[in-house]
């Protein structure tokens, strides 16, 4: 077997990472536990006690106060019962691993800040965190407070995540949406642009209305049928975004089959006549990607070799001679 692979081969991901970040109060972490449950959270903050219970309901929380329980808790049997992990808030997930770092060096003042070698051991960590979860097969979800930051006269909206991690984080995932309050509706977008970072991997729409689910007591809400509207914006987008990669491995083996076919087809032409009926014939195969410009090339390049031209007047091929 050799070691590279066609893209169409490449094993379809069945987790996902992403970073949900926004105004105060616009409802991070109640969208965040919206993902596929059984959701843990590593709450690092204390914000989810500011979440209403009745969104809780699929959820169990680790209070983190030292970094090591973390290794604590992915190594436990508890783990295994929970579908997505959430971490709230990834700018204070940094600053359990630079105390942690501090605390193992030999300078262990814990108002310093890290080094630039210590930097490069809290990326290290964090990635290797980021592995590690999405390797056992979990979901992932970064919860993140928004900053704004000025770029000459231009005002953009970043992720509360220290020094260059937030651009490290975002190398890391899949999805990254800003949520913002307009009007009465929270929104949110993972559509980057000039305004805020954004991520966009499955083609979704550029904003999206985050659905109400409280009635005014703070209870769930009922549909038109008295059903119970469940939190699940965030599972419907991880569906999303499953179905887009299972649709594109679909579309790419589609693609290198019709390649296939076309290399087949052309490899029996003998003469103009036979290349005048293939191109006819391939002009009306189905276009995926740029499989036309790809027939074009290799029906050309097969003329050539067989002495043949193409003829602009008649918009045909004959002989050279």
């Not at 949900?20 to 616009?26: N, S």
Request: aromatic share 8%; hydrophobic share 40%; net charge negative.
């Amino acid at each position: 077997m050799g070691l590279f692979k066609k893209a169409s081969e490449l094993t379809e991901k069945k987790t996902i990472s992403i970073l949900v970040y926004g105004q105060p109060g616009a409802g991070k972490s109640s969208l965040a536990v919206s993902a596929p449950g059984p959701v843990a959270v590593f709450d690092f903050d204390g914000g989810i006690q500011r979440v209403n219970a009745a969104h809780l309901a699929e959820t169990e929380i680790l209070v983190v106060s030292d970094w090591t329980e973390v290794g604590q808790a992915l190594a436990s049997e508890e783990i295994a019962a929970f579908q997505t992990i959430v971490i709230d808030t990834a700018g204070k997930m940094l600053s359990f691993m630079d105390k942690y770092i501090i605390a193992g060096s030999r300078d262990r003042n814990p108002t310093r800040s890290l080094t630039l070698n210590e930097y490069g051991v809290r990326k290290t960590m964090f990635n290797n965190f980021v592995q590690q979860v999405l390797t056992m097969g979990k979901n992932l979800v970064f919860i993140a407070h928004d900053r704004e930051e000025k770029d000459g006269e231009i005002k953009k909206i970043r992720p509360e995540i220290g020094g260059s991690s937030a651009g490290d984080l975002i190398k890391e995932l899949d999805l990254v949406g800003y949520l913002e309050i307009i009007g009465n509706d929270r929104v949110i977008s993972f559509t980057p642009n000039e305004r805020y970072y954004a991520k966009n991997a499955c083609n979704l729409p550029p904003k999206l209305k985050i659905p109400v689910i409280l009635d005014d007591k703070g209870n769930m809400a009922k549909d038109a049928k008295g059903h119970v509207i469940r939190n699940t914006f965030l599972a419907d987008i991880i569906r999303m975004y499953t179905m887009s990669q299972s649709e594109r491995n679909n579309q790419l083996a589609q693609y290198d089959t019709l390649k296939e076919v076309i290399d087949d087809k052309v490899g029996t032409i003998k003469d103009a006549d036979s290349a005048n009926a293939m191109f006819e014939e391939l002009s009306k195969l189905e276009v995926i990607f740029d499989s036309e410009l790809y027939w074009k090339q290799v029906l050309h390049e097969k003329c050539t070799s067989l002495g043949l031209k193409y003829d602009k007047l008649t918009s045909k091929y004959v002989s050279a001679a």
